[in-house]
């Protein structure tokens, strides 16, 4: 698009009088759920919100909008009208500041003003002044939380202006959605959402934007706002993405018809626009977008995990009217919402509201107010039946239980109130994600305790240099919080375990032998027999010793311990492993199961094909730690996803980000269980392209000849075509 002084002198609009004679004044129902503390239902609401939009002004009254956060409950409530969080250096908010809190699939969010009263490092204190529940439109005018849109042509900006910086403009053309913060004569602030179908501001020239107002709830407050003090900031989003642009200009109305009309949604024009005078803008990287996972279909909230929007938007006007008129409209509000089923019917109703409203704008696709439905995708691979689980799923440390010198039993049970059962097949993994000096960390663990209870065990032995297991040793308590995925892995005893197992681990390979050996002995009172030959550096590493002495001891007719100690025997060889299994004489229909480094495996796996026992009857596991990603490119690249022969989505990935990152977020079809490297249920063809992938994985060499990657552990180096067919 080429730009010229068309728009250089539209109509501007300079009065209320002017404002609300277009957009009309708010009905007293909209000012009467503003409440000026919070509440349980909004203090329950911060605990599961994992980010939010944050306007401010530094000391020397420049206007910046961000987003802060990064996990569920990152806003510290101290008492109704006192809450504290992080917003990280050199930032330095003073006086009013206002944030919306943005809770992942759902459309209402949470808006709140105050003042900053103390500011400690990074820790900032705010004193809340209003709170309010708002409206799902700008959300659902964005799709936010549905599958990115491909974007548009980027607008060709010419001229020296801020906004022909590199990456500026192409993000615009994508965000559907930014946060916008102004402020009134006596400095008080506002931050608003706005979203529209793509893009949501438009490149007039390389020094001014252009943003639709459409019909809203009159509440008006940003335009209210540009009337007194026209400096104002925004922050924009793209879907799928985890950097953020930020812009700072000068704002002004315009109820312009040829200018509106550009705007137009199938010949729907909005009301007024906003222009904006760019005085800065800049496309960051954001900590609080990439690790609070937004794009990650399952970190959206589940029903029923925090209170409805729309009927914590009712108990507020409640308490309004009665601060309003002493009680009558709010015991009649009261007692209508008392009714049981109440709650269901205002969502039906409102979401129907919603509905129609936004086609009355124009727009000819809109989801229901909660947004949490994202769009499916035909051809999806089936999982296996019960295999694996690839929701996140938030958990706290019950216990750390000390095992060795150099390894601990993590005891995990549900972050909720109602903890569910750990379902899995006995040897499975589980990839757990933490919070590691900002950053999500994962890892994959074996299961150590058997299936089915409130509590998941994983033992996690210390490996120097380790990131993650460092963290566990060093830094985990109870009562910490961290989030699983899983389980996943083929490596198990299936739904019906064999009757004889012969098990052979070395080090921390003995875990998820545990699993079996404690589910064995739990659910098959006398049958079976199981053999265990368990190779550690000496008696003080042994895992779990005292407890598989004690197994042994209480039921020695079905389990067997055969101890190889390396600074004592040296490491287990083919002639020990041979002569161990000879000795114990299994039957033909045995299953032996392996797991340690892999020169173990490839000795075990001689003698047993030396001893004629088959490949079906062979099960191995091989620790790799976990694969850090490819070399990080400094540019996005788009990734094209095909599954027989036909396209299924486009989506750029962003510097930093993995190609299953990106195409989960864009809701495609993207085959995955562990995301860690482990498991293998990524690997898809890369039909075009480069990419950087880590190492070690689970790729074997003749995956690699035939162009085969892990998604999980890859980053582009250059545009790709993937294919998604199962392999």
């Not at 240099?465 to 198990?492: K, Q, Y």
């Amino acid at each position: 698009m080429q730009q010229t002084d068309k728009w250089s002198t539209p109509r501007r609009l300079t009065t209320v009088e002017e404002v609300e004679t277009t957009v009309g004044r708010p009905a007293a129902a909209v000012v009467l759920k503003q409440i000026s503390a919070l509440d349980e239902g909004c203090r329950a609401v911060l605990s599961r919100c994992p980010v939010a939009a944050f306007g401010y002004r530094d000391a020397d009254g420049t206007s910046r909008t961000t987003f802060i956060g990064g996990t569920p409950g990152f806003a510290r409530v101290h008492s109704p009208t006192r809450m504290s969080f992080s917003v990280p250096e050199p930032a330095a908010p003073h006086g009013p500041v206002s944030c919306f809190f943005l809770l992942p699939g759902v459309g209402e969010l949470l808006r709140v003003n105050g003042s900053v009263t103390r500011r400690k490092g990074a820790e900032t204190t705010v004193d809340i002044e209003e709170a309010y529940v708002h409206c799902a439109q700008a959300v659902l005018r964005s799709r936010l939380w549905q599958p990115p849109e491909p974007a548009g042509p980027v607008a060709e900006v010419t001229g020296d202006g801020p906004l022909g910086r590199p990456g500026v403009a192409g993000f615009l053309t994508a965000a559907p959605f930014l946060a916008l913060s102004t402020w009134d004569s006596s400095a008080g602030s506002d931050t608003s959402p706005r979203g529209d179908r793509q893009a949501v501001a438009r490149i007039l020239d390389s020094r001014t934007l252009v943003v639709p107002d459409r019909k809203g709830n009159r509440r008006a407050d940003t335009l209210h706002n540009v009337l007194q003090d026209e400096r104002l900031s925004f922050a924009a989003l793209v879907p799928g993405r985890n950097r953020v642009l930020h812009v700072r200009g000068r704002g002004t109305i315009t109820d312009d018809p040829a200018l509106l009309k550009t705007m137009a949604l199938r010949g729907m024009p909005p009301h007024l626009a906003l222009l904006i005078e760019v005085e800065d803008a800049e496309v960051t990287d954001n900590d609080a977008v990439a690790r609070s996972r937004l794009w990650t279909p399952g970190a959206h909230v589940g029903r029923g995990t925090v209170p409805d929007m729309m009927a914590l938007a009712g108990e507020h006007l409640a308490t309004g009217a009665a601060e309003a008129d002493g009680g009558p409209t709010a015991y009649l509000l009261k007692a209508v919402g008392a009714i049981p089923g109440m709650s269901r019917m205002v969502r039906l109703v409102v979401d129907r509201v919603y509905r129609s409203g936004l086609r009355k704008e124009g727009y000819d696709e809109v989801g229901s107010g909660a947004g949490s439905r994202r769009r499916g995708f035909p051809g999806r691979r089936p999982a296996a039946a019960g295999a694996t689980d690839n929701s996140l799923r938030e958990v706290r440390v019950h216990e750390v239980r000390r095992e060795t010198p150099s390894a601990v039993t993590l005891v995990l049970e549900d972050a909720g109130g109602s903890p569910g059962p750990f379902d899995f097949r006995p040897g499975q993994f589980f990839t757990l994600v933490a919070d590691i000096d900002g950053r999500a960390v994962r890892r994959a663990y074996s299961a150590s305790s058997a299936p089915g209870s409130s509590r998941l065990e994983v033992t996690v032995k210390h490996v120097e240099g380790g990131m993650f297991s460092g963290h566990v040793h060093r830094g985990l308590r109870a009562g910490d919080g961290l989030a699983v995925r899983g389980p996943s892995g083929s490596f198990h005893t299936g739904q019906r375990p064999p009757d004889e197992l012969v098990l052979i681990a070395a080090g921390s390979g003995v875990t998820p032998m545990m699993s079996m050996i404690r589910t064995q002995l739990a659910v098959r009172t006398g049958r079976g027999r199981i053999a265990l030959l368990y190779s550690s550096r000496s008696p003080d590493e042994i895992i779990f010793g005292d407890e598989l002495t004690r197994l042994a001891r209480e039921n020695p007719d079905r389990l067997s311990v055969t101890h190889v100690l390396t600074r004592r025997d040296g490491r287990i060889g083919a002639d020990g492993v041979r002569s161990w299994i000879t000795g114990l004489g299994p039957a033909g229909d045995a299953h032996y199961y392996v797991c340690g480094p892999q020169t173990l495996m490839d000795a075990v796996q001689g003698v047993l094909t030396g001893l004629g026992v088959t490949d079906e009857r062979v099960h191995k596991e091989r620790y790799t730690g976990g694969a850090a990603t490819g070399t990080v490119a400094e540019v996005p690249h788009e990734m094209t996803v095909e599954e027989d022969g036909r396209p299924v989505g486009t989506v750029v990935v962003e510097p930093g980000r993995t190609l299953l990152d990106a195409g989960l977020a864009a809701g495609l079809p993207m085959p995955h269980s562990c995301t860690v490297g482990n498991c293998g249920e990524c690997v898809v063809r890369l039909r075009e392209g480069e990419v950087a992938q880590g190492e070690p994985n689970c790729l074997t060499s003749r995956q690699r000849a035939e162009g085969y990657v892990l998604t999980c552990v890859s980053c582009p180096r250059s545009k790709v075509t993937l294919d998604i067919t199962d392999p």
